[in-house]
């Protein structure tokens, strides 16, 4: 029997009702005996039905977008089938959407939550993208939001910075993350200033910034990534969004990003493709995130890729491995990105100067780093210990 979870709109309490994986009709007598009205029953049956017969696959379908010449860019227009059968064959594991459709459901004035494997999210990344598709729905025209590109600071180059200091140092380049808090670890730093801890790592010596903007799971915000752009922070700003359409580019751009996270795990080749296009427009840096080899082997095989990140987090499991950034460098992956002179960033697990010097061997150039050193009272004495050394110019 699947679950059927029951709250009127003002209550504080669950009731649950039962409906049966044949045919899906409700357990009427259940309601009738809970003293909601027979005609009520009736219709919420009716509506769950329907919403049923009409839930999506677990894909996204992007936002057709326009360049400043009035370009079409659109991304992939499949059908439910075809984008099912891409994400299996590329490997894509993070469903974007709730396979049976959105969990919760509306009749009247209660809330039914329908149990089942195809709603229910995996891991906390997929709970963290379906909350995306909830959270786009109030997104603002993408026409109003191209207006305020107009008003947006201008782009700085996030690449180039990152070379010129590893360049300087003969280190990885520091992506040091302002991050309140995590999913898995709870709040990183009660008393957190985002500007002053940008203004603590642009002064420690990092070479970008990553802001996360995710409210429900990281209490970031957009507004915390405007403040540092306009507090005059110059170290160009990573926009650390969960990106599952065109139009969260866009807004990245208008907040005053310099770059933005490309999840390889979420999106499939024509999406990386599609939205590296975007940013190539907006003069954007696209960081395409990857955790394995089949993610690595995928972005490697998209043309004009010039930044990828190695995130060390098992997503099945959730563990941290850095050598999990060896693996995925050696070989002919390795020889592939010194020829493209792709740039790699490490990611998850970094804590020592131990750990930076494991990964720079391996072959990474930059690093992103936030609980180890956002954790720290003094957020420049964290980089000098993650370092080993001063790193400040």
Request: overall charge neutral; some cysteine; glycine content about 8%.
């Amino acid at each position: 029997m699947e679950g059927i979870v029951v709250k009127p709109a003002a209550g504080v309490h669950f009731l649950r009702a039962a409906t049966t994986k044949s045919n899906g009709i409700l357990n009427q007598r259940t309601f009738l005996s809970l003293g909601v009205g027979r005609s009520c029953v009736e219709k919420m049956c009716l509506r769950l039905r329907a919403q049923q017969s009409d839930s999506k696959d677990g894909h996204a379908t992007l936002t057709p977008a326009e360049d400043h010449e009035g370009t079409d860019l659109k991304g992939s227009e499949k059908s439910p089938d075809e984008r099912a059968a891409v994400d299996a064959d590329q490997g894509i594991r993070i469903r974007r959407r709730p396979p049976t459709g959105p969990p919760l459901h509306y009749v009247g004035p209660f809330e039914f939550r329908l149990q089942n494997e195809g709603n229910t999210p995996r891991n906390i990344l997929e709970e963290i993208i379906w909350n995306k598709d909830v959270e786009l729905k109030e997104r603002k025209p993408l026409g109003s939001l191209k207006k305020s590109l107009e008003n947006a600071p201008p782009a700085r180059d996030f690449i180039e910075a990152l070379k010129a200091s590893h360049l300087r140092m003969g280190m990885p380049a520091l992506i040091a993350e302002v991050k309140k808090a995590s999913p898995s670890r709870g709040v990183l730093r009660e008393n957190f200033d985002p500007v002053q801890i940008a203004q603590a790592y642009e002064a420690g010596g990092a070479a970008c910034l990553s802001v996360l903007t995710d409210e429900k799971y990281f209490q970031g915000s957009f507004d915390n990534l405007e403040a540092i752009r306009n507090a005059g922070v110059k170290c160009p700003l990573l926009c650390k969004e969960f990106i599952v359409d065109a139009w969260q580019i866009y807004n990245a751009r208008v907040k005053g990003a310099d770059a933005v996270l490309l999840i390889a795990a979420v999106l499939p080749d024509l999406d990386i493709k599609y939205m590296t296009k975007i940013c190539k427009l907006l003069g954007l840096a696209a960081l395409v995130e990857v955790h394995d080899e089949r993610e690595m082997d995928r972005v490697l095989g998209i043309e004009g890729i010039q930044l990828i990140g190695i995130n060390n987090r098992n997503l099945e499991t959730f563990e941290v491995d850095i050598n999990n950034t060896k693996q995925l460098l050696e070989g002919k992956r390795g020889d592939m990105i010194r020829q493209k002179d792709i740039i790699v960033v490490g990611e998850s697990g970094l804590f020592t100067p131990d750990d930076i010097a494991f990964v720079q061997n391996a072959g990474v150039k930059a690093v992103l780093v936030g609980e180890s050193i956002v954790k720290q009272e003094d957020p420049k004495k964290g980089i000098a210990g993650l370092f080993g050394k001063d790193i400040s110019v």
